[in-house]
């Protein structure tokens, strides 16, 4: 494959920002959220696992890929803008088949993470490079793909063992790399020790996103909590609802 429109379009919006100025991707989770971020100007969207999970009834790693590949499918078919995928660790496809998956969907980038979920533990980080190497491979410049690295997530608190797979990520051919749950303090040096875009995790109660850029992030996803506070918003207007019933 070669790069085409929206696959340029969102790798370029990765490039050339300023600090503070991060590219700021609101997980969508079904196509009436996707439209209303997309209506309210945001020039890409991602979709987060957890988010899509949870509209669709099931636990977060749960989701069959038939069904979260048509998920991602109903977001890119509702807007007019390019869509990243969170399609957590490839559902054990070979890299043909996820490729063919994302292209089928019209998702023009997607989240690959280095957990695997039989164990619970971090993958090989040589094996999960030959892994994405794979897929960049079989999708060329069609798909921007933003590797994430769970040392935090697992438990390894410091910058090394971060660094070693994001370099290793990059010479496979990742185009930006997501240290989901990496301390805000400690994303300068992240970014600086890395030479792809670094993607932050924005969290109630944490940095703003603009915030975080200027700390080094270059692009912020949010995972499954804006799925979660409109959920709470629902809550509540349920919750009078039903007041208002007088019971």
Known sequence: MTSA???????ALHHGRRPGDPLVLPNVWDAASARVFADAGFPALATPSAGIAASLGYA???????????????IVRAVDVPVTADVEAGYGLSAEELVGR??????????????DHATGALRDPEEQAAWLAEVRAAAGDALVLNARIDTFLRGERGPDAFVARARAYTEAGADCLYPILAPPELLPELAAAVSLPLNALAKPGGPPPRELGALGATRITFGGGLQQQATATLAAVAGRLWADTGN
Do not use: Q
């Not at 089928?104 to 280095?114: H, I, P, Q, T």
């Open 60 to 74: 977060d790693g749960r989701t069959p890929a038939d069904e979260m590949f048509a998920a991602i499918a109903r």
């Open 5 to 11: 429109g929206p696959a340029a379009t969102l790798r």
């Open 102 to 115: 994302l292209a089928e969907a019209g998702a023009v980038g997607c989240n690959l993470e280095d957990s």
